[in-house]
């Protein structure tokens, strides 16, 4: 199996461009298909999930063309609605395709995402979502949901939590619906906010945008747009935990200070000196971190994308932490991997209890999902000795290039191939 090496205990000192924002582009690219022309997207992160999204794009008849990092999506004619089962398996994120298939064509049908090593991920309030536009769903045999509307219609959407998938595709459903959609507790997160400026450069007309509160006046016509992604709050994220677990400096360029206000708070309180810029943030860390008692929750909260990430700077922190898990019930696998590698973490349901351990030990671990394979590189950084990291394949769903951007900081760190594992008989 392929995997990453690193040797820790090197302090960086360094500066990288963080990656255009994979959860603000995969519900723009299903925005593109709202429109009977082209639509590009720039500054697209080029990474496995996208690269999903343009197969299951092009296999619904539209023409893709990625180039560097810029994306055209012509979706001038589909040739059909429904999404293919290998496609929904290989990314649960495929399902924000229901609201856009069924505001462009009226109809859509795909396949319960099914389960997830983060937990269940159901899409019932997707469903009701709607469902309120006006959408008949039909569940058919083996997990398959048809939605059909003669008409969409704006309706009154009032969300108990707010799910931003769920938030996205009633989004995408409204903006071609007669009427107006009232979408009431709606997700903040600032990808919400991108994909409904976007929408705007597309013609869409919206109100609202950010607040729990988002009202869509449904128009007939798009327009050809150009919009430029966000830098990928969650990449910052990991690597500003990837500064303060091996210590020393560096510069974040494209990483959005504002979308990360809560974040930064947290890794303040943890010691690191972070300066925020116009065009992207400083961090300095020269100390091991201290401990802190984090909730994750909804946006503007402390982003559950980053708990893993957290846990792993816990884990060498000076004193004993917290980490309460709100968001998805099953994304504490990350511990388990820990302490294969010396950490001291007790998990009592969705309450992670951490007591500090410096340094941690190089090991042989594997990667649990995306974020949880990120949290182990954060780890390996600060690992006396070599750190294994199997199972990257999740890792390479998100992160365009974490090795070469840590490389880039002075990291002692290398993808591992499986030619290299015949190499030395591993
Ligand atoms: C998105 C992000 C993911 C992030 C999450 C929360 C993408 C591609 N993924 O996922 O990285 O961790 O937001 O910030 O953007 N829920 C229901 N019923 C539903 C929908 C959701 O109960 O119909 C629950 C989920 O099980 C979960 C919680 O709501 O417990 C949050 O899910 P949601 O906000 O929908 O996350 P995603 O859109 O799947």
């Known amino acids: 199996m392929s995997g990453i090496e690193i040797e820790g205990l090197r302090p960086l000192d360094g500066e990288v461009t963080v990656q255009g924002s994979k959860n603000a582009v995969l519900p723009m690219m299903a925005a593109a298909v709202l429109h009977r022309g082209t639509t590009v997207l720039k500054n697209v992160p080029r990474i496995q999930d996208v690269f999903c999204m343009i197969d299951i794009l092009t296999s619904m008849g539209c023409k893709c063309n990625l180039e560097e990092h810029r994306l055209t999506i012509d979706a001038s004619s589909i040739g059909r609605v429904a999404i293919p089962r290998e496609y929904v398996t290989a990314m649960r994120s495929s399902i924000v395709l229901l609201g856009a298939f069924l505001g462009r064509a009226g109809e859509a049908a795909t396949y319960y995402p099914g389960g997830c090593s983060i937990g269940s991920r159901p899409i019932d309030l997707h469903l009701y979502g709607l469902g309120r536009l006006g959408a008949q769903i039909s569940e058919q045999e083996g997990g398959r949901i048809a939605a059909a509307a003669q008409r969409l219609a704006g309706g009154r959407v009032r969300f108990p939590y707010p799910s931003v998938g769920a938030t996205e595709n009633v989004l995408l459903a409204a903006v071609k619906a007669q ?120 946006y503007p909260g402390f982003p559950t994308d980053l708990q893993s990430p957290l846990l792993s700077l816990l884990a060498v922190c000076d004193g004993r932490g917290q980490v309460w898990e709100t968001v998805f019930e099953g994304r504490f696998a990350t511990a388990g991997q820990l302490r294969r590698m010396g950490a001291c973490i007790e998990l009592d349901g969705n309450r992670a209890e951490v007591r500090g351990v410096y340094p941690l030990r190089g090991t042989r671990v594997e990667a649990p999902d995306l974020r949880g394979g990120a949290a182990l590189v954060v780890a390996g950084l600060a690992a006396e000795g070599r750190t294994g990291i199997v199972g990257c394949s999740h890792i390479l769903r998100g992160y365009e290039d974490i090795c070469g951007d840590l490389k880039a900081m002075g990291a002692r760190i290398r993808r591992r191939t499986e030619a290299d594992e015949g190499t030395d008989g591993r």
């Open 179 to 298: 009427g107006t959609t009232v979408i009431e507790g709606a997700a903040r997160e600032p990808e919400i906010v991108s994909l409904c400026r976007m929408l705007e450069g597309m013609g869409a007309r919206i109100s609202g945008i950010g607040e729990e509160t988002v009202v869509v006046e449904g128009v007939n016509e798009l327009r050809d747009s150009e919009y430029t992604a966000p830098g990928d709050r969650i990449v910052a994220g990991t690597y500003l935990a990837c500064v303060m677990a091996a210590g020393g400096r560096a510069y974040l360029r494209g990483a959005d200070a504002a979308q990360l206000e809560g974040v930064l708070k947290v890794l303040r309180r943890m010691g690191a000196d972070i300066q925020t810029q116009p065009s992207g943030i400083r961090v300095r860390m020269g100390r091991r971190p201290k401990p802190v008692s984090v909730r994750t929750a909804p």
